[in-house]
């Protein structure tokens, strides 16, 4: 079975502050990916990174970073000097080699306030 | 156009109505989901197919069918809505565990 646990539900920071979404995932498959997507108010959901599980490097987008760490079992993402534009809904989710659907995280909700 | 396209976008229908929800894609993927939004409960997964003779039931399928016509339209219905069927509904297509999803527009249903 898979689980991905997003324990923050909301979040509100002052714009131009760091900020950084947790995500924990639970898998047995020892080949998998996890993804973060984002969902505007706008109600679309925009795919943001995708990570295989033997890639461990960090990746940074502009400001915005995921940290992976197999040994912790997690996948964070760090937005730098937040904008406004960053509010929204963020979805960590996972994808295992065994499994045939993409498990979905709660979602943490942003709040970025000017 | 989008690749991956929902219609209706907007929906309100009364209790016990009969409605379906359409989905086609040009990404020419086999896999097609059918997910619920609901506040805080995140994506929760309807039903499934990964061809056209291959249709399986998720987590929350009960009040819920789904026919996938061809590899490129999967329908979503609601037999008899009841107001609690009021969430976002997204359909989305790939082409393996690999490449995560490519999800369309969504389409907001109300039911009163």
């Known amino acids: 079975a898979q689980k991905v646990t997003q324990a923050q539900t909301e979040i509100s920071v002052v714009e131009k502050e760091d900020v950084t979404l947790d995500c924990v995932y639970e898998?047995?498959?020892?080949?998998?990916?996890l993804f973060w997507y984002k969902q505007p108010p706008s109600g679309e959901l925009v795919f943001l990174i995708r990570?295989?599980?033997?890639?461990?490097q960090n990746e940074i987008s502009g400001r915005y970073s995921w940290n992976f760490q197999k040994s912790t079992s997690s996948f964070n993402f760090t937005i730098t000097a937040s904008q406004v534009v960053d509010s929204a809904v963020y979805f960590c989710?996972?994808?295992?080699?065994?499994?045939?659907?993409?498990?979905f995280g709660k979602g943490t909700k942003l709040s970025v306030i000017p | 156009d989008a690749d991956v396209t929902q219609t209706p976008r907007n929906r309100i229908t009364k209790t016990g109505k009969r409605i379906m929800l359409e989905c086609s894609q040009t990404?020419?993927?086999?896999?097609m989901y059918w997910y619920r939004q609901d506040p805080g409960l995140g994506l929760r997964l309807i039903y499934y197919?990964?061809?056209?003779?291959?249709?399986n039931k998720g987590e929350i399928s009960d009040g819920y069918s789904v026919s996938r016509q061809a590899q490129a339209k999967f329908s979503l219905s609601l037999e008899s809505a009841i107001p609690n069927q009021t969430a976002l509904y997204f359909c989305a297509t790939s082409d393996s565990y690999r490449s995560g999803y490519t999800f369309g527009s969504g389409t907001r249903l109300t039911v009163v």
């Open positions: 197919s990964f061809d056209v003779k291959d249709i």
């Open positions: 990404k020419g993927h086999d896999r």
């Open positions: 990570r295989n599980s033997f890639d461990e």
């Open positions: 989710a996972l994808s295992g080699a065994g499994s045939y659907q993409l498990t």
């Open positions: 898998t047995r498959d020892t080949t998998y990916y």
